[in-house]
């Protein structure tokens, strides 16, 4: 596996692995996190990870042998929109989803440990991520399994209830 920049060529890509990610989490009986609806038949979605491919944002995608995304982290200087601001320079993962056909095959651990070398490169001492925080915390778990540690969660007030978020970070 190789890990690559990505840009907008890239975007039917990253929006085929979240609809595998929503398939995959519906089937889990898990929607609260991304809902039951494809990325790719939702304008806003589109939208949002089109926007990934423009600056300040950094598209990192993990690729396999045969050339297959497998995998996409997206990176940033700038928090997610419920996070508090951090009293130190950092980097924020924004996305992070791998194809669930290769779950367990460690792709999101190669893609964070890339996210880490990003973040030293920058000369920066702090990577954060938020995630939901619903159902039975699996995701958190997840996290925390990658070298994360807990900090505040959060809620969202969303039409179909609240979205429970949770903060986390790896201090280097």
Not at 74 to 86: C, D, F, H, I, T
Not at 104 to 129: F, M
Request: include cysteine; glycine fraction near 12%.
């Amino acid at each position: 596996m190789k890990i690559r920049n990505g840009g907008s060529a890239d975007v039917p890509d990253i929006l085929s692995l979240l609809d595998g990610a929503v398939s995959w989490l519906a089937g889990q009986e898990r929607a609260g996190q991304w809902g039951d609806q494809p990325f790719s038949t939702d304008q806003a979605r589109i939208d949002q990870v089109t926007g990934y491919a423009e600056e300040p944002f950094l598209i990192r995608l993990a690729v396999d042998e045969d050339g297959r995304t497998v995998g996409c982290c997206v990176l940033a200087e700038q928090r997610g929109k419920y996070v508090p601001v951090s009293a130190e320079p950092e980097l924020f993962v924004r996305l992070l989803v791998t194809d669930r056909s290769r779950k367990g095959s460690g792709i999101g651990a190669t893609l964070i440990a890339d996210a880490l070398e990003e973040t030293r490169r920058r000369g920066h001492g702090l990577l954060r991520v938020d995630c939901y925080a619903g159902n039975d915390r699996k995701l958190v778990s997840q996290y925390r399994a990658l070298g994360f540690s807990e900090l505040e969660g959060f809620e969202v007030e969303q039409p179909a209830g609240v979205w429970p978020g949770q903060v986390l970070e790896i201090r280097l």
